[in-house]
């Protein structure tokens, strides 16, 4: 009796010390700044999660890569860094040329092109993520990508010689074929980026040219819609199998939510953020049919080149696609 008392102390102790049993403390890294609706949908979807798990999960967001820069976000979930993670997924190109299927110039220009090319190639990309370690969440597309120039551009042949900013190695081969001179710049360093002059043009959506205050450092915005690219939220797959049945559930149900939220709040984007563009005294400017000949050109060569690097799961994707 006496022994049986000591050993419960004992095990009452020790719980408290690992605190409540199953309880888990998770860090999140995005890439984005606070102000950027992908972060704000973020923070929706950890609030849902949050609630409904009461102090069986929580989750710390670190956004605008504070804990975390945006490359190294992927690498920081595998290993166990942080549980979760946002970011760009056609960032991942270096790794994958699959992963940069939905940043192809003229690929996929309408959300609802874009829902397609997700549906096709969101296997895949769960694929690759599986095999380390890493599980899709959601995904998120940003309004239709145009370009944010100073120089009048009506044709390709005004581009050259550019100083362009680039975000993936995707941007890099389209200012490459454009004869500009690409740089990558993560968003949070952009505004110091022009105004130190290593870049001078960029192609991104009316959300980060508004965010970032795209007019204090060019004047026109060319609305190309040139392609809808996506961020994604990943967890580290161990980290999930880790939490009970009915967390997991949590977690997946507040994804699925974040994700058509995520959907309706891109397509408000578009619009409202090309008015912020113009009332800060921005020209919005329809491209020229020269110009949109000359891109769509460099978009066909990239979707060659896609193709010849990815093969076989490229040629899936893209047929998948099609029909
Ligand atoms: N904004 C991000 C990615 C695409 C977009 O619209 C950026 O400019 O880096």
Redesign the pocket.
Known sequence: MKHRLKGFILLAGLAMAMGPAGAAEWNMATP?PDATFHTQNVYEFVKDIEEAAGSDLSVTVHSAGSLVKHPQIKRAVQTGQVQMGEL?ISILGNENAIYAVDSIPFLATSYEQARELWEASRPHIEGLLEKDGVKLLYAVP??A?GLYTSRAVDSVSDLEGLKFRA?NSATSRLAELADMQPTQV??PELPQAFSTGIVEAMI??P??GANSKAWDFVDRFYDIQAWI?KNMVVVKQSAFEALDAKTQGIVMTAARKAESRGWEMSQEEAEAKKAVLRENGMQVIEPSDELMQGLREIGETMTREWLEETGKPGEDIIRTYRK
């Open positions: 984005y760009f940003w309004p990508q975000y993560e968003v991104t959506s959300s980060t690219p």
